[in-house]
């Protein structure tokens, strides 16, 4: 990989000869050993910048962010701007990706707005390094690259602008950002980045007629596991009155519905649940004493 001095805003990575080719057919990533070499001003680019790719015969392919990997960019934006996506191509992008969840009955914005959904599935939306899971207005963002963590501002402007009755949104990527071993990364944080005024934690949301108390910030993954919603659903089918040892409740959250405790009040057959996590048993017992 060689270098030119020629003076530029952004770093140009120009492609070799056809290492396009996968890229064109809308692959998201560009490895390292595609590029043939870097068009830069003074200083080569940190993890994390926004670079714009060219093919060796001069074409734009569009802009990413620079990683200091074996996937050396990320592209996001296909298209030929003299400058990297503003705030409002992010707001489009994830208004995009409503639309997509409303079509498919995940999401409504005429729904009173207590489910959870996510938002965001990195690649799957052209928005590779990014996660966003939805719950009841609260957005929780898990950035998987020192690209999206950089944006995180401009992410945050982006959600409130796609959902204007947004409540609040929570950074969890620390664990994420600390395995890439990248410049940039020991100084993230997670927490609240914004929120609407006061909106304590654990957070309520609903799931198929079940209520749930989110702790994003202490729970695992973006504090729930919203894959397994299909799941859950045929289960509770299954069990019904039956009794149930439920072997892998690691964390109250993925394991306190409703049937349980319908279960317990009215003598029906229950469930015993095992979990070895230190703050699941004191948290399920208080979820337990919750009026219906």
């Avoid at 701007?81 to 639309?99: I, M, R, T, V």
């Avoid at 928005?127 to 609260?138: F, I, M, R, T």
């Avoid at 304590?200 to 729930?224: A, C, R, S, V, W």
């Avoid at 659903?233 to 049937?259: C, T």
Wanted: aromatic share 8%; net charge positive; glycine share 10%.
């Amino acid at each position: 990989m060689s270098k030119v001095a020629d003076p530029v805003d952004h770093v140009h990575v120009h492609l070799l000869p056809g290492k396009e080719k996968s890229i064109l057919r809308g692959h998201p990533w560009v490895f390292s050993g595609a590029i043939g070499k870097l068009e830069v001003d003074e200083n080569p680019p940190k993890a994390g910048d926004w670079v714009k790719v060219i093919t060796s015969a001069g074409q734009c392919l569009g802009w990413g962010h620079w990683g200091e990997s074996s996937i050396a960019v990320r592209l996001l934006q296909r298209e030929d701007s003299p400058q990297p996506p503003l705030e409002a191509w992010w707001a489009g992008q994830f208004k995009a990706c409503l639309n997509v969840r409303q079509n498919v009955g995940l999401w409504s914005p005429d729904s009173s707005e207590d489910g959870g959904f996510r938002w965001v599935h990195g690649e799957g939306d052209g928005l590779s390094g990014l996660v966003v899971d939805c719950y009841a207005g609260v957005a929780v963002v898990q950035t998987h690259s020192m690209g999206m963590h950089k944006a995180l501002s401009n992410i945050t402007a982006g959600l409130k602008a796609a959902m204007p009755s947004l409540k609040g949104v929570v950074n969890k990527s620390t664990n994420l950002l600390n395995k890439l071993n990248e410049s940039g990364a020991e100084n993230a944080q997670d927490g609240w980045v914004w929120k609407a005024g006061d909106l304590p934690l654990p957070h309520p949301f609903q799931e198929h007629g079940l209520k749930y108390q989110l702790d994003p910030i202490g729970g695992q993954k973006t504090g729930f596991f919203l894959d397994q919603r299909d799941n859950r659903k045929l289960l509770m089918e299954w069990v019904k009155d039956r009794e149930v040892l439920n072997a892998f409740s690691y964390h109250w959250r993925i394991q306190h519905g409703r049937p349980s405790r319908r279960q317990h009040e009215s003598g029906e057959p229950g469930c015993i649940k095992i979990s070895r996590g230190t703050i699941s048993a004191p948290r399920f017992h208080q979820w337990f004493r919750r009026p219906p």
